[in-house]
């Protein structure tokens, strides 16, 4: 071939645009896109990563695989660890032995009804305390933040409640840890999730359930449990999002920096649309057929007052894992007490 014949050839080859690089990736969530952190996937994280990566050499193939599709709710992590999906919304309300520095909200009840707060709290911990990020590389995942926390719980029955005199001898449902908000009350804790408990409640496998507004009016709770107490338990860290750690890293830095901007994405529009919906979902439950009170200052200091010192316990234990548990407990209680949080039992006081 004639010399100017190959430098034309050759030119034309590098005057032509790399073809673009298509990433496939998994998003997966046990629940069904009804419930907020799973909408906002689909909603905001999403297009939010397909934003970012637009006039780069690369983009996304979404696959999304929610309501059970790829995972039952609480095999989330499992998933992700495994390399079955790419990216999750990892619920750590159900994973209390996996990812127990997780929880620590769950086992500091009559907190602060503020998710932003809650979020931002342990968004820091997972800052400043590198057994945060530990437990989450332990099982290959990549902690993305995009962190999500549940309203300010509340109490919802087939009886009339009052205080915890009137929970002697009844069952009621709860998620994950949260089962310890009735120790010491008289009442049985059983463990179970959203997917389950009209059911539960209908067929009389518990008589109650401590669940948040946001998620009981969608799933109609007021129709089995008409009884609504607003107990102030306080908003709770529920999870986050995370990649498989090994995928994670294979991927450029302008598609990490992708997910972690659609990550912090994701938090905000959620948080956005939860503070609206709160209120409402109170009163399409109310609407419903629902009798909202509220539980007495009195009553619910003497609620928490009755718990037995769940937090330590669960501190303790941590420490005996070789986690910093005490240090998380101290920390993230200390920040709400800096965020100016009227705590309903100060659980640094061991």
Sequence with gaps: MPMTAIAAALAASVAMPAAAAEINATVVNGHPPVFLWVKHLTETFIPTVNKELEGTDYSFK???????????????????????????????????????????????PFGTPDAQIVIDAVDKLHQDIPGMIGSWEKYNAE?????????????????????????????????????????????????????????????GVFDGTIVFPTAAAPAKLQEVAKHILVTDFGAQYA??????????????????????????AYTKAYIAEQTQRVEAALKQMEDGGAIITKLSDENRAKWAAALPQIADAWAKNADEQGLPGSEVLDAYIGQLKDAGVSLGRDWTQR
Excluded: C
């Design 62 to 108: 979404w696959t999304e695989a929610y309501g059970g599709t790829l995972a039952a709710v609480g095999g989330e992590l499992e998933a992700i660890e495994d390399g079955l999906a790419e990216i999750g919304a990892v619920p750590t309300v159900f994973e209390p032995t996996a990812l127990p520095l997780q929880n620590v909200s769950y086992f500091t």
């Design 143 to 203: 902690y993305l933040g995009g962190g999500f926390a549940l309203d300010n719980y509340v109490l919802m029955t087939n009886f009339p409640v009052e205080s915890m005199d009137d929970l002697k001898g009844h069952k009621i449902g709860a998620p994950g840890a949260a089962v310890n908000w009735v120790e010491g009350t008289g009442a049985v804790g059983v463990a179970g999730n959203l997917t389950t408990y009209y059911n539960d409640i209908q067929t």
């Design 239 to 264: 999870g986050t999002l995370v990649a498989n750690k090994e995928w994670y890293d294979d991927q450029p830095e302008v598609v990490q920096n992708a997910l972690r901007t659609a990550a912090a």
